[in-house]
Each structure stands twice: as C-alpha cells, then as structure tokens.
C-alpha cells in the first residue's frame, strides 16, 4: 500500500520500504513507504494548507462528512477486520469489534461537532459584553500504537476533525495497513484532501519533524510511557499541547462479597482480549482470601479452555503475541515470579511461534516486575488479600493510574473504592468500560488528556474570550 498525503498516494522519495508481517504465520502481508524528513513535512503543510476551509464548514458539512466515512467502515467491516487480524493477529471477532469501536467515535463526534459551544459571561462592567467561543487547535499530529491499529486513529481523528483541525496521521509501523485502508475510505468518503494525512516510516525520522514543526499545534499520542515521555519533552520547544495515552498496571480487586461469575468472566475479558495486549488488561488480580481458591481455580479452567490460534480461524479465542520480543519478555517475567515461588495453575509457556498459553498464577510476590511492569501477554497473576485498606493500598502503588476495576455487591464498598483508587477509569463490576461515550484516559503516568464523549473534543479546541466593549451602558 502506500501513503496518503494531500489526497494523493505516495512512495517514499527514496523508495524504500517496510514490510507488515502476519503475526501469527510470519508470512509477508503487504508493504508500505518508509518515508523521510521531506515527505512528512510535505503532510504537515497540506494539513497546514486544507485547515482554513475545513475550519470554516458549518459543524453539520463536517458532520456529514464525517457520517459518510462512519458508513463505509460499517459496511466494510468484514474486509477491514481480516486487514486487521492479518497485521495485528487478534481474532476476526474483536477485529470486528474495533472496527465497529472506531466507528462509534466518529459518530459520536459527528453528533458533538455540533454542540462545541461557548459561552456568554455576566459583564463585570457596564458598556460590554464577555464572550467565550471554543475554536480548533489547528494541525493535529496523531501517533498511534499496534494494539488497536484502527480504533486507536479513530479516536483522535474523530474529536480532531469534528473540532475542525486537520490531522498527520503516524501508525505505528507493525500495523500500518489498517490506517492506510482508513484513508482510502476518508477519500471516498469525500473528506477532501490534506484534511487526513497517514504517513508510515522509521518513527523518529517522521517523529522528529511532527515535534519540531511549528506547525503542528497538538499531539495526541498513545503508546508506551517511555516514548510518551521522549515526545513530550520533544514538544516543550513548540509548546504543542499534548495529550498522552500511555502504559497502565490495572489492579483487578474482587472481593468476597463479589458475584464470582460475573468476576471471573470479566477477568477473562480484561486479561485475555488482543492476548492481554492491551494498555487496561488486568496486570493484577487481588482477590479476597476466603474467596481465591475458588476464583482461581474457575479462572484457570476459563483460561484452558481458551483456543489459541490463528485469528482468522473463527475457533480461535487467543491470537498471537505481536513479536517474538514480546513472548521473550512475557517468558523473562513469567520465570522470575516461578523463581520466586509462584505455582503456574495453567499454561506457562509458549507453544511456539509468537503464541502463549493463557496463564493463571497463584502466589506471586508483589515486588516483583510481574505485578510493577505491564505484562502484555495473556498472564493472570492472582493475589490475596485480606482486607479493604490494605487491597487498595497495594492497588495504588505503581507509577501508573489507567485502569482499575473492583468487584462487590456492597454498593459503599463500591463508593468508597472505586473513590480511592488511583486511576483515571474504574470499572464496578464491569471490565468492558470503552465506549465513545465516556472519559478514557489516565493519570500519573498514565499520561493526561482524555478520549471520547463530551470531554474528548476539549482535547481539539481552544478557548478565546471576547472582550467587546463600547456598547454604551
Ligand atoms: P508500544 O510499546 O505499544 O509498541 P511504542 O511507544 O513503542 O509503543 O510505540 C507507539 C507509537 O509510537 C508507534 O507508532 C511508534 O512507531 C511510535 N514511536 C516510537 N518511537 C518514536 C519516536 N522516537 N518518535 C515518534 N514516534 C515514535
């Protein structure tokens, strides 16, 4: 494939390219441009260029554009999910998921285009009037992890272009083929060109000239907390705003008044989704020791009878690991808790290739780097614990604030921890908490900034008062 910049598609200037691997097979899928300096600076002036008229539509013009692209990925879906599943690995069904996630965002955008209001406020003197409008940041870069190819774009894109601003678009180079297919449809879609520019290539080359454009107002960035870091001190000299999606470390508390069913199907969920490769995967489990036996136990035997597989193959519950490096860490962290004393319940090794057995763990340490770093592949580590405070306060310690999720029937317990946990979303008993509809986003570091409903498009606008004076009194 190649890249879509100012509604034309390009090859790097140099010709080079990547190659995007199946996961699963090793086998090649496609190729793509690995472009330079000079092609991304290329994108950010097309975006430069289309932002004056894009800015100036009417909410409803950018809405309906926005709707017409919400269309063709719902009626594409199938064909954009298999893209997905053959770069990513994830199984055909929660590629599906994705893409119909990703969707929702740009409908749920479109719809609040129009509601990016201001306000008039109370004049603190005769003779004029106070008044707040909400304008678009201006050119957006988006940089975009391989864990969610498609609905990690879709949420930055849809606020940024519902608010007006124009976007560069950098996926992360294992999983590039989703952005790109993204932008054959925003063509057909009629977004027109330079307003969606994707740009693939050697992510510091294309990093550097997104972070030191003057150009590019804003960053919106999803990846590892080591990377979020080194862009936001790259965006200090342009004092780009930034918002940072990074690492999590979500501790999963299930206490002993909990109902075990719906506790052990949402650890499945939170571990075992994308093999564990998401950024709100449960890296934690601590359940009460009158009930962990038992939840142990039921959570191993959901685990074993999980199928691994290729995704493409509709009985296949766990896809592959995205690397080789990635089954080699996962390995490292799975050997030093069983080092340290901790008994492998089910699974505990790779049956070859980039897959993992789904894993469940008891008597794991707390101070080892299973429980502080964040996992990415399909291991349980389960914890006891005893008591309330004691939980949430081993639940609170890490650097990270994404994710946490709690288990009662009590509805003050409930309160009271969901209120005391250290996070940016808290799950009460329910681990699906993504939705366009509400706030995603963390804390500490976690990173800032927030994606999704009402709050997500303040992200993409600034704020600008109006003074007007002279109105006499
Ligand atoms: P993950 O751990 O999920 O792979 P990374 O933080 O490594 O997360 O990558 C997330 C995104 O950040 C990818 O698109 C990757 O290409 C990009 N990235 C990594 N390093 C840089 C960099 N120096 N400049 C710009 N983008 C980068």
Known sequence: MRCY?????????????????????????????????????????????????????????????????????????????????????????EARAEILSGADFLEFYAEEAKR????????????RRLVVIRQPVGVVAAITPWNFPSSMILRKIAP??????????????????????????????????????????????????????????KLSFTGSTEVGRHLTRGSADTLKRVSMELGGNAPFLVFDDADLD?????????????????????????VQDRVHDEFARRLADAAS???????????????????????????????????????????????????????VLTGVRDDLALGCEEIFGPVAPVYSFTDEDSVVARANATEFGLAAYVYTEDYRRAWRVGEALEYGMVGVNDSAIVTAAAPFGGIKASGSGREGSRYGIEDYTELKYLCLGGLGS
């Not at 017409?68 to 064909?79: A, C, K, Q, V, Y």
């Not at 201001?118 to 004049?123: L, S």
């Not at 199907?265 to 950024?279: D, E, S």
């Open 116 to 127: 990016i209001t201001g306000d008039v406020i109370p004049a603190d003197r005769a003779g």
């Open 5 to 93: 910049v100012d509604g034309e598609w390009i090859s790097a200037d140099s010709g080079d390219t990547l190659e995007v691997l199946d996961p699963a097979t090793g086998e090649l899928v496609d190729t793509v441009p690995a472009l330079g300096a000079k092609e991304t600076r290329r994108a950010i002036e097309a975006a430069a260029a289309a932002l004056p008229s894009w800015r100036s539509l009417t909410a409803a013009d950018r809405a309906a554009v926005m709707m017409r692209l919400h269309g063709l990925m719902r009626s594409r879906t199938d064909e954009l999910a298999r893209l997905l599943t053959r770069e990513q690995g994830k199984p055909l069904a």
């Open 160 to 217: 940024a272009l519902a608010a007006g601003c124009t976007v560069v678009v950098k996926p992360a180079e294992l999983t590039p083929l989703s952005a790109l297919a993204l932008g054959g449809l925003a063509e057909e879609a009629g977004v027109p060109a330079g307003v969606l520019n994707i740009v693939t290539g050697e992510p510091s080359v294309i990093g550097r000239e997104l972070l030191e454009s003057p150009v590019v107002r």
């Open 305 to 359: 009878s999980l199928r691994l597989g290729h995704g493409l193959d509709p009985a296949t519950d766990v896809g592959p690991l995205i690397s080789s490096a990635a089954v080699t860490k996962v390995e490292g962290l799975l050997a030093g808790a069983v080092a340290a004393g901790a008994r492998v319940v089910t699974g505990g090794r790779s049956p070859g290739g980039r897959f993992f057995e789904p894993t």
């Open 262 to 286: 719906l506790a052990v199907r949402g650890a499945v969920a939170a571990k075992f989704r994308n093999a564990g490769q998401t950024c709100i995967s449960a890296n934690r489990i601590y």
